[in-house]
């Protein structure tokens, strides 16, 4: 799908909580200023979240509760070992299982291998300005 500015990419983000249910977990891969946060912004006003949503590059995780479901949004950007970002990780999954949440990962490829069920979206530059999206629905990627 291909998307012209950051408008679209937060309207997709806010129409595709519709996809959601509690304990869904997203991974977002793309580059640097591809549009992860502006979509998971999207996701936010579609969730009716109260706070500015911002990235978490350096808090590694934020969460917002304030919404029709809980959200954490996660970004493994600065995380340096698999093992860090393993436990970072684990320590988000126990919220989001209490909290019957959202958990949103930006630079997951640390523990991509380690997740099962969740959704997988790419998002590349296009070459006429605007992003490509690639979204990939919740199956099982170990294979």
Request: proline share 4%; hydrophobic share 35%.
């Amino acid at each position: 799908m291909f998307l012209k500015n950051t408008s679209e990419t937060i309207s997709f983000g806010k129409d595709f909580v519709s996809n959601l249910k509690p304990k869904s977990i997203i991974i977002l891969k793309g580059p640097i200023g591809a549009g992860k946060t502006s979509f998971v912004q999207g996701i936010g006003q579609g969730l009716f979240i109260k706070e500015s949503i911002t990235s978490p590059t350096f808090a590694l995780s934020h969460h917002y509760e304030s919404g029709s479901m809980y959200l954490i949004h996660m970004d493994l950007y600065r995380v340096e070992s698999s093992l860090s970002a393993k436990e970072l990780f684990i320590e988000e999954e126990e919220e989001l299982e209490t909290n019957n949440g959202i958990l949103i990962i930006e630079w997951p490829e640390l523990i991509e291998p380690i997740l099962e069920i969740y959704w997988k979206i790419e998002i590349n530059y296009a070459s006429k300005n605007g992003r490509n999206f690639n979204v990939y629905e919740p199956k099982s990627f170990k294979n």
